[in-house]
């Protein structure tokens, strides 16, 4: 069964540095997102994508983050100038239809 | 806009006992409903899902949940627990349905560790 990867599984990075992180979704979904979960609270949405674009993004969602989807198969969360509440797991998720499919997620840690 | 709420942030049951995991949702639209679970250090799976069919939904390792519209719930059962379903369990709304502009976003509650005992 198809799956979504992200890479890597764990990212360790000094605060205030840039950090990408990495996805590939499914072959033909066409819906993508960015979640994280910080530890021992719940799973967040952060954007969602579609069509070439950002079709909806959340409060956390500030100018510090972006996404692309620079090759058609890659999906990208860049954070540019990271801070230690950036420390969490993200999970990247793709859809067509219902429901998402989820990869198994990267850990950033902010050192 | 649409929220999620999780009763209990951990049950723990008998081995071959009944799971019930509770799920009471708040939505303007009619929702999707989903409940995944999360193992340790792995990411989300699905369990099941609710888009607007049968209201009793069944799904992977013998979990099934029912949506009551009246009560805004979407509890999770299992009639006898396996020590394998040890986990952290979601549950989760969507309002991306006909006419919606959210675009799928899940909305998840706070989750509930099952802790399963010989």
């Known amino acids: 069964e198809p799956e979504v990867t992200q890479t890597p599984s764990h990212q360790v990075t000094q605060m205030g540095q840039e950090v990408i992180l990495r996805c590939v979704p499914i072959s033909n979904h066409l819906y993508f997102y960015w979640y994280r979960q910080i530890l021992g609270q719940k799973v967040e949405f952060l954007v969602s994508f579609y069509n070439n674009e950002i079709s909806e993004k959340s409060e956390i969602f500030d100018d510090q983050f972006s996404v692309e989807r620079p090759d058609g198969s890659n999906f990208t969360l860049k954070i540019r100038s990271t801070k230690l509440e950036d420390s969490a797991m993200y999970f990247c998720a793709s859809r067509s239809n219902e429901p998402q499919h989820f990869g198994d997620g990267t850990r950033l840690s902010i050192l | 806009a649409q929220s999620v709420t999780q009763l209990g942030s951990h049950v723990s049951v008998s081995e071959g006992a009944l799971v019930l995991l509770r799920c009471n949702y708040s939505?303007?639209?009619?929702?999707?409903l989903f409940w995944y679970v999360q193992y340790p250090n792995q990411g989300l799976q699905l369990l099941l899902k609710?888009?607007?069919?049968?209201?009793l939904v069944k799904g992977i390792n013998g979990f099934e949940a029912e949506f009551k519209k009246s009560e805004t719930s979407f509890h999770l059962t299992k009639p006898s627990a396996h020590m394998s379903d040890a986990a952290e369990y979601f549950c989760a709304v969507s309002a991306d349905n006909a006419g919606g502009t959210s675009y799928g976003k899940l909305t998840f509650g706070q989750g509930t560790i099952l802790t399963v005992h010989p």
């Open positions: 609710y888009t607007s069919a049968a209201t």
């Open positions: 939505s303007s639209v009619p929702p999707y």
